[in-house]
C-alpha cells in the first residue's frame, strides 16, 4: 500500500531565503506525525507550503497525496481533496458568519465529493452534536469568522472545522498554542475523537505538553529547514528535557544517533 | 506558483454580462440643445405652460453656469452640443395599453436582463414603471395601486392627469439652480417616474423601475418625484443596467423626495451603468442630484444604493431634515473596478429639532478604481439635540486602487452630538488562503469578504434586492482580488 503523503526532499524558499532545504516525510493513512523544532525551523512553513500556500516557492523535491502530485493542485482543490490545516493564526473575516463559511466550505467539499450540498437545516442537525463536543457556545457560530474569539475559541473553531469536512490528512499548526489546560484538553479531545485508520494528521508543536494528549506515533525534530531527527513518542520527552540545543551541535547528535 | 498580481488581473478580467443593444427603431431629435429643442420635447409631450416655462428658465440659468471641478473624478470635456435630447422608441408612438401591446422586442431585451416584466409583476408583486430610453413602456398594477388612491405613473403621464401636484412640488426640493446637472436635467428631462402617496396610505407594495439607456448616443435626463403625504408609507426601488457601447454617454438624473409629517419613504438604488471597458474607454458617466425634504415633523428618509457600475459616478443622495423629530438616513456601497471613478457620499442638512441621522458608507476599490466619499454633515443653529452618526469604510483589492474619503462637518449648535467613525482595510491574502483552505474558490471567497464588508448596509435593502445586489457585486468583483 502505498503511503497517504510522500514529501521528498523538498525545497522551499520565500523572498529567496532558503527555508526549508530537503524534507523527507512518509505519513500513512492512521498515523500521527509531530513535527517539533525551535523557532523559525521551518515547522509552519511545512505546514503551510502543504495547504497551498503561495506566498511561498517551492524550490525542489515533490510531495505526493494518495499518489497524485499535491503540489500542483490549488489551495481549494487540495481541501476539497482532504487536506485540511489548522491554522496557527486563524483570520477573522468581518461580516461573514462562522456558520456560513462553515457551510459554505462543508458544501464545497460535498460537491467535490459528488454529494448533495446539505441545506441551512441538516447542517445545523450535522453541526450540533460537534460544536458540543469542541465545548463551544453556539452563539459564536452567529458571530463573524473569529472575530472577537478569544485565543482559545479561535482554535477550537479551527478543530470544530476539521470536524465537520472530516479530511483525509490534516495538519495542525501549532494548536495548542495560546491554550491554557482546559482549552487544550477539550482541543486535544476533540483531535483524538478524530483520529481514525483513515485518517492522517501532522501536529506541528513547539512543545511537548499536546503530545501528553494527542499521544503522537511518530515525532520528527526539523531545524534549519530538514528534519534532522526522527523517533517514537520517547523523543518528544527527550526534547522536553534537553530542549533543541543538542541537535544542532554536530558532535552530540552524531553521537545519540543511532 | 503564481504570484497574487497576476491572479488579480485574471480575475478582474470579467466581461459585462449587459452589454448588448436591441433593435428598436428609435424617433430621435437632431443633436444639440437650445430654447428651439427645449420648445420641441415639450410640445412632443404635449405639456401645459408651466412646464414650458419652467424648462426654458431652467435652460437659460443653466446656460450662466460652468459644470463644476471640486469632485475627484475625472473626464474629457462633454460636448453639450453632441447630445440628442430627446429619443423615443417608434413604437410607443400611441403608447401601449398593457404589456400585450409593449414591442416583444423591448420585452426581450428585459428578460436578457433578468428582469422580466411579465415575472416581476407575476411573481414578485412588484409595480414596475420601466423606462425604456426617454419613454415609459409598462406600468404595472396601476389599477390596485389606484384603489388606494396611490399614484405611480411616469412623469409624462403626471403631468397629463395630475398637473397640480406637479407644479406644487417640481423643484421644490432640487431647485433648478441648484447645480449645473439638475438644471440641465430641469431644460431637458424627458421622462422618468412619479408616485404619491396619500394620507394615512401605506404602500402595500415595493414599487420599483428600471432604467435603460439604449438609443446611441442618447442623453438620459430623468425626473423622479415622490411625495409621501401625512403620515403615509413607501418603500421605492430603482435598478438600472445599460448595454454595452464605445462612447460615453451622459447621465443625469434628478430625484426628489418629499415626506410630510410623519411619513417615511425609503428608497433603494441598485446601479449597474455600462462602467466602461478593461483599458477605462466607454462607460456611463452619471451625474446624479438626488435629495429628500423631510418637511413634516416625525418624517423620515432612508436612501440606501448599491454602485457598482458608471465610468463616473457623481451622486450625493441627501436628506434636508426641516421637520422635528426627522430622520435621515444614507446607506451605501460604492464599488469601482479597472477605471472607474465614484465620488458619492451624502449631506445631511439638520435644521429640526431633535433631528437625527446617520450614514454608512462602504467604499470598495478593485483595479484601478478610484473611490471617494464625501459628504456634509452641517447642523444648523435651530437643530437642538440633533445627532449625526457616520461610518466610513473602504476595502481595496489590489495595490493600484485608491480611497479617499472628505467628510465635511458643520456644527453651529453646541447640543448637537456628531460622531464620525472611518477605516481602510485590504482584502488580505491571509483571508483569502484561509477560505480557499476551506475549499472555497477564490471568485468565492473574494465575493463572500466583500458582502461581509457590505453586511450592514445590504441589510437595508429589500430582500429581492438584497439578493440582486449580492450577485451584482460577485459580477462585478469576479475578478479582483488583493
Avoid at chain 1, 458544501?107 to 467535490?112: A, Q
Avoid at chain 2, 473626464?75 to 401601449?96: L, R
Avoid at chain 2, 395601486?145 to 401636484?165: D, M, N, R, T, Y
Avoid at chain 2, 449648535?413 to 483569502?432: M, Y
Wanted: hydrophobic share 35%; proline share 4%; glycine share 8%.
Amino acid at each position: 500500500m502505498s503511503a497517504l503523503l510522500e514529501v521528498r526532499n523538498l525545497s522551499v524558499s520565500v523572498d529567496d531565503k532558503a527555508i526549508l532545504r530537503g524534507v523527507d516525510l512518509t505519513v500513512n493513512a492512521g498515523e500521527v506525525h509531530a513535527i517539533m523544532g525551535p523557532n523559525g525551523s521551518g515547522k509552519s512553513t511545512l505546514a503551510q507550503v502543504l495547504a497551498g500556500r503561495e506566498t511561498f516557492h517551492v524550490t525542489g523535491g515533490d510531495v505526493r497525496y494518495g499518489g497524485r502530485d499535491l503540489l500542483a493542485l490549488s489551495p481549494e482543490e487540495r481541501a476539497r481533496e482532504g487536506v485540511f490545516l489548522a491554522f496557527q493564526y486563524p483570520v477573522e473575516i468581518p461580516g461573514v458568519s462562522n456558520v456560513y463559511l462553515l457551510k459554505a466550505a462543508v458544501n464545497s467539499v460535498r460537491r467535490h465529493r459528488g454529494l448533495p450540498e446539505l441545506d441551512a437545516m441538516d447542517f445545523l442537525a450535522q453541526i450540533r452534536g460537534k460544536i458540543k463536543l469542541m465545548d463551544m457556545r453556539d452563539e459564536l457560530l452567529y458571530r463573524a469568522v473569529n472575530e472577537g474569539f478569544s485565543g482559545g475559541e479561535k482554535k477550537r473553531n479551527e478543530i470544530l472545522q476539521m470536524a465537520l469536512l472530516e479530511p483525509r490528512l490534516a495538519i495542525l499548526d501549532e494548536t495548542d498554542s495560546g491554550l491554557d489546560i482546559d482549552a487544550l484538553q477539550v482541543v486535544a479531545n476533540g483531535i483524538n475523537t478524530l483520529r481514525s485508520p483513515e485518517r492522517a494528521m501532522i501536529v506541528v508543536t513547539h512543545y511537548q505538553r499536546l503530545l501528553d494528549y494527542v499521544v503522537p506515533d511518530f515525532v520528527h525534530v526539523l531545524s534549519q529547514g530538514r528534519i534532522v531527527k526522527s523517533g517514537g513518542k520517547d523523543l518528544a520527552l527527550e526534547l522536553e528535557r534537553r530542549g533543541y540545543g543538542w541537535l544542532d551541535d554536530p558532535s552530540t547528535a552524531r553521537a545519540i544517533s543511532p | 506558483m503564481t504570484t497574487p498580481a497576476t491572479r488579480l488581473d485574471d480575475l478582474i478580467s470579467r466581461e459585462y454580462r449587459h452589454g448588448f443593444v436591441s433593435d428598436v427603431e428609435a424617433d430621435a431629435l437632431p443633436r444639440g440643445l437650445s430654447e428651439d429643442v427645449i420648445r420641441l420635447i415639450s410640445a412632443k409631450k404635449n405639456e401645459p405652460p408651466f412646464m414650458l416655462e419652467w424648462r426654458l428658465a431652467a435652460y437659460r440659468h443653466w446656460r450662466t453656469m460652468t459644470e463644476p471641478n471640486w469632485s475627484s473624478v475625472h473626464h474629457p470635456p462633454i460636448d453639450y452640443q453632441d447630445i440628442i435630447y430627446y429619443s423615443a422608441p417608434k413604437s410607443q408612438k400611441n403608447g401601449p395599453k398593457s404589456l400585450d401591446e409593449v414591442d416583444p422586442e423591448l420585452l426581450r431585451v428585459y428578460d436578457k436582463l433578468g428582469v422580466p416584466l411579465r415575472e416581476r409583476e407575476l411573481l414578485a408583486g412588484v409595480a414596475v414603471d420601466a423606462v425604456f430610453d426617454s419613454v415609459s413602456v409598462g406600468t404595472t398594477f396601476k389599477a390596485k395601486l389606484g384603489e388606494l388612491g396611490i399614484v405611480f405613473c411616469s412623469f409624462s403621464e403626471a403631468v397629463q392627469e395630475h398637473p397640480e401636484l406637479v407644479q406644487q412640488y417640481l423643484g421644490s426640493v432640487v431647485p433648478y439652480t441648484d447645480n449645473f446637472f439638475a438644471a440641465l436635467n430641469s431644460a431637458v428631462f424627458s421622462d422618468g417616474s412619479f408616485c404619491y402617496i396619500p394620507r394615512g396610505v401605506r404602500c402595500p407594495m415595493e414599487l420599483s423601475t428600471y432604467f435603460r439607456i439604449n438609443a446611441k448616443d442618447t442623453g438620459q435626463f430623468e425626473r423622479t418625484l415622490i411625495i409621501a403625504d401625512e403620515g403615509a408609507y413607501v418603500s421605492y426601488l430603482e435598478g438600472c443596467t445599460a448595454p454595452m457601447r464605445d462612447e460615453n454617454q451622459l447621465h443625469a438624473a434628478v430625484v426628489e423626495l418629499v415626506a410630510l409629517e410623519g411619513a417615511q419613504i425609503k428608497y433603494s438604488t441598485v446601479q449597474n451603468w455600462y462602467p466602461g471597458d478593461k483599458e477605462g474607454r466607454g462607460g456611463i458617466y452619471n451625474f446624479v442630484t438626488k435629495r429628500g425634504d423631510c418637511r413634516g415633523n416625525d418624517s423620515r428618509i432612508s436612501w440606501t444604493q448599491v454602485e457598482t457600475g458608471s465610468a463616473i459616478t457623481w451622486k450625493y443622495p441627501s436628506c434636508i431634515l426641516r421637520g422635528d423629530n426627522s430622520v435621515g438616513e444614507f446607506y451605501s456601497v460604492a464599488l469601482t473596478n479597472n477605471y472607474q471613478q465614484a465620488d458619492t457620499g451624502t449631506k445631511m442638512i439638520h435644521i429640526g429639532r431633535n433631528t437625527k441621522s446617520t450614514i454608512v458608507s462602504k467604499g470598495i476599490s478593485a483595479g484601478r478604481g478610484q473611490n471617494a466619499y464625501r459628504g456634509l454633515v452641517k447642523i444648523l443653529k435651530s437643530a437642538d439635540g440633533a445627532r449625526n452618526y457616520s461610518q466610513c469604510d473602504s476595502l481595496l483589492l489590489g495595490d493600484r486602487c485608491g480611497a479617499h474619503t472628505f467628510p465635511y462637518i458643520e456644527v453651529k449648535n453646541a447640543t448637537a452630538k456628531v460622531e464620525h467613525e472611518a477605516s481602510t482595510s485590504r482584502i488580505g491574502e491571509d483571508q483569502l488562503f484561509y477560505c480557499r483552505q476551506r475549499g472555497l474558490s477564490t471568485e468565492d471567497a473574494v465575493s463572500m469578504i466583500v458582502n461581509g464588508f457590505c453586511k450592514e448596509v445590504f441589510k437595508e435593502l429589500p430582500m429581492e434586492f438584497a439578493v440582486e445586489a449580492q450577485k451584482l457585486l460577485g459580477v462585478s468583483l469576479e475578478g479582483s482580488v488583493g
